[in-house]
T-cell receptor, first 114, second 111 residues
């Protein structure tokens, strides 16, 4: 297992376009998380999946954002009608069960909206 | 609402120095406190996880302590090396499956 994979690494899009990111977690991890990080700040929680169920969403996740995890494997994060304020690094992480199971993060997808 | 603060925001030290990074959190009802390292433009690498029942964890030259009652954690780096240059982030897990991160300490170790 090569860890958490994210694709693409970089995405430049015009304002108003839709974009979709993919995350492949560590295969035995049933928990998957999406975070967003802007320059000079720590990551901010967006959403969390336990297997295929989306159990928690941040208020940061406006109705333009949607995340899925079909079959409890990979996950996608879609942003519709992108805005310049969406420019950020989008990080995916996975973990096993248990309150004290550490997180493994992917390398992130850097989104630039022009 | 949990808030996490890291001091200092940036630190530059000569190689070989021992150093301490500070992290404070407002809600002491945490499951664990985690420290991560982030290199420029990259994802996060997990360094240490301290469970709420523990006082400290060690990994190589790194030692992290946790004082829940005062809402503080420290990351101690012994004999710093240029390869330690990175941003160090602490994060509190309040058991709601959402880590709350600080803004990080940007460390530069001069050779």
């Amino acid at each position: 297992d090569t860890g958490v994979s994210q694709d693409p690494r970089h995405k430049i899009t015009k304002r108003g376009q839709n974009v979709t990111f993919r995350c492949d977690p560590i295969s035995e991890h049933n928990r998957l998380y999406w975070y967003r990080q802007t320059l000079g700040q720590g990551p901010e929680f967006l959403t969390y999946f336990q297997n295929e169920a989306q159990l928690e969403k941040s208020r940061l996740l406006s109705d333009r954002f949607s995340a899925e995890r079909p079959k409890g494997s990979f996950s996608t994060l879609e942003i519709q009608r992108t805005e310049q304020g969406d420019s950020a690094m989008y990080l995916c992480a996975s973990s096993g069960d248990g309150a004290n199971y550490g997180y493994t993060f992917g390398s992130g997808t850097r989104l630039t909206v022009v | 609402k949990q808030e996490v603060t890291q001091i200092p925001a940036a630190l530059s030290v000569p190689e070989g120095e021992n150093l301490v990074l500070n992290c404070s959190f407002t809600d002491s009802a945490i499951y664990n406190l985690q420290w991560f390292r982030q290199d420029p433009g990259k994802g996060l690498t997990s360094l240490l996880l301290i469970q709420s029942s523990q006082r400290e964890q060690t990994s190589g030259r790194l030692n992290a302590s946790l004082d829940k009652s005062s809402g503080r954690s420290t990351l101690y780096i012994a004999a710093s090396q240029p390869g330690d240059s990175a941003t160090y982030l602490c994060a509190a897990d309040t058991g709601r499956r959402a880590l709350t991160f600080g803004s990080g300490t940007r460390l530069q170790v001069q050779p």
